[in-house]
């Protein structure tokens, strides 16, 4: 197969674009298609200060290669969990994650939540779950409040992840069987603050598949952790995202179709009766401050992160 614009061998033949490009035009076919999405969806501009999560995984870190390129004001946040998994697996992923920094002398801030919680992460699902549960749900909850709180802390304007289209579709696949229509709404390119003590965020890769960001990660040599969290295995976002590749191989295009038809049908106002702009209504919640971190919740007193980390004192 040939790259379509200089006839030179193909690394990548994306059927769902008809297109098939070689190691050099598919570097830059994704950062063109990326400032593209960041307009779009109007995402930042170039006055904002954007703060890139990363994981050590090959998403977020080409996230910031990608950003770094365009020549935004892109910093980097790495969380340690704790997470071993027989592999060191925090260790291994913040290692890359700060050999990456250092090759292009950008800036990683490491945070590491055992030290502010004094737990690892499956320690505390152990103590708060009695170990009932996978730990994604406090891990989830832990993310989410450091990442805003550094970003809020560092004065940044946004928070960038590295979200696929594989991740978004399969959030959508769980959220439509649910009809879980408060989710549906909010599901979106760019989730706007909605409370003081929130910074905006926004997913500059939802509309890439796995298999492209796969390749661009390839292409420009970055070095990522191949492992997945050894608590990932046997998720049901797994088991989603198998069902949508089967659906992609006799369809190509269909993730793409499913998650682009959905944010148009959004945008004519589905849901709209629903929620108001703030996306509170029927079944939609308002939003209280935390006196402890001063972050939002949805029930008056402290919020869920306070009160977990409050719980294992
Ligand atoms: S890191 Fe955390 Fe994930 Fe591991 S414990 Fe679950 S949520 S699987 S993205
Ligand atoms: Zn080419
Ligand atoms: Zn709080």
């Known amino acids: 197969m040939k790259c379509r614009k200089c006839s030179q061998k193909a690394v990548i033949n ?3 674009h008809k297109l098939a490009l070689c190691s050099v035009h598919f570097h830059q076919w994704m950062i063109e298609q990326t400032q593209r999405f960041i307009e779009k969806y109007r995402m930042f501009s170039p006055n904002d200060r954007v703060l890139v999560a990363v994981s050590g995984g090959k998403d977020s870190l080409s996230l910031w290669d990608i950003l770094w390129q365009l020549g935004y004001a892109v910093d980097g946040v790495y969380i340690g969990l704790g997470i071993d998994g027989g592999f060191g697996y925090s260790q291994k ?6 050999k990456f920094a250092e090759q292009r002398g950008l800036k990683l801030i490491v945070v590491n939540a055992p030290e502010k919680i004094g737990l690892t992460i499956p320690e505390l699902a152990s103590v708060t779950q009695r170990g009932k549960n996978k730990p994604c749900s406090v891990c989830g909850l832990t993310k989410r409040h450091i990442l805003n709180q550094v970003a809020l802390e560092g004065n940044y304007t946004v928070l960038a992840t590295g979200h696929n289209l594989d991740d978004e579709v399969a959030v959508l696949l769980g959220n439509t ?3 879980n ?20 965020k926004v997913k500059p890769l939802c509309r890439f598949y796995e298999r492209e960001m796969a390749a661009y990660a390839l292409v420009r040599g970055i070095e990522y952790i191949y492992e997945e969290c050894p608590h990932a295995e046997g998720s049901t976002t797994i088991y989603y995202k198998s069902l949508l590749n089967q659906l992609e191989a006799d369809r190509p295009g269909a993730k793409l179709s499913f998650y682009l038809a959905f944010l148009q049908a959004k945008e ?3 849901f709209a009766s629903t929620y108001d702009d703030e996306g509170v209504g029927a079944g939609g919640e308002t939003l209280y401050t935390c006196p402890s971190c001063g972050g939002p919740t949805t029930v008056e007193g402290l919020c869920a992160f306070c009160r977990m980390v409050e719980k294992v004192k």
Request: hydrophobic share 35%; glycine share 8%; charged share 20%.
């Open 93 to 98: 992923s913040q290692a890359l994650c700060e």
């Open 268 to 270: 004519k106002g589905l």
């Open 181 to 200: 229509v408060g989710y549906l709404y909010r599901q979106s390119p760019v989730m706007p603050a909605r409370h003081e003590g929130l910074v905006r």
């Open 14 to 16: 994306m059927r769902q």
């Open 177 to 179: 069987l649910n009809w």
